[in-house]
């Protein structure tokens, strides 16, 4: 097993502020120190603080992150991805292997990153800072520090510009990433509409799985069974739309659909 190294339990600086964080070569599983309990890898500490606190987060119960490999044959050359997924609605897209041995790998460990957030009670995330490179954390209702989820890497940037056609900065793709993790997440968890993320095909497609779930139970935390049973109950069409944005930034305005690849696990 991957040795975890160790922060230093410094806060992220946030997005557009000026990055004073050090150690930008710590991975996705990076265990801060003592200070930031709520980070650690252990998880039993997390829950059992937030287990007398947690009356107003809705209590989330199953697996519902997962992870799987898609090649891609790309002008240049051939590229593995991991795929990140969220009740089989692909996420986020990862082109690069980061600190890990592939992108696959990487995936795995986001996934199970994501996955322990939900369960200990802390679903809402935001964008800083790893280093040089921007990067998603999970923050905690109860405060305490924030929580690195997955580091936006270049290759990361790379590959959404070669899908979306058009040059995509890690800024860009860190903004993309967060916002369809926070309407998945609101849509499917916290009873609320979608908000985030921008555009009106993305919008639409989210607010028809939205109409859907609530037609099976007026609210959240839904199973992975109703989501699957929302999915399957959309148009080929909105179901397309729905998987493609996690793949290319123009997926939310024009009628490029999902892309090509073989999937492995």
Partial sequence: MQEVPVSTGEPPALAGQTDSQASPQSPETRTPSEKNPLASENGEKEGEEHG?????????????????????????GHHEHGVVT?????????????????PLERAKVVARLLEESLHIGDPLFILGQDGEDPAIYSVS??????????????????GYSHRSGHTVSQEEL??????????????????????HLP????????????QQLRAISPQGPYTQVQVVTAVEALSEKTRNVLQSLAFNLAGAS????????????
Avoid: C
Wanted: proline residues 5%; hydrophobic residues 35%.
């Fill in 52 to 76: 007398e606190k947690m009356s107003n987060v809705p209590q989330i119960i199953g697996k519902y992150f997962d992870a799987y490999g898609l090649h891609e044959d790309e002008v240049g």
């Fill in 174 to 195: 860190g903004q993309w990433w967060l916002g369809w993790l926070e309407d998945l997440v609101a849509v499917l968890f916290l009873n609320k509409p979608p908000s």
């Fill in 86 to 102: 969220l009740d089989g609605i692909n996420l986020l897209v990862l082109r690069t292997g980061h600190s890990y041995r592939n």
């Fill in 254 to 265: 024009s009628e490029r659909d999902m892309p090509w690849g073989d999937e492995h696990h």
């Fill in 141 to 158: 209702h109860h405060g305490g520090y924030p929580r690195l989820i997955v580091t936006v890497t270049e290759g990361d940037a790379q």
């Fill in 199 to 210: 555009g009106l095909r993305a919008g639409e497609a989210l607010t028809l799985l939205d």
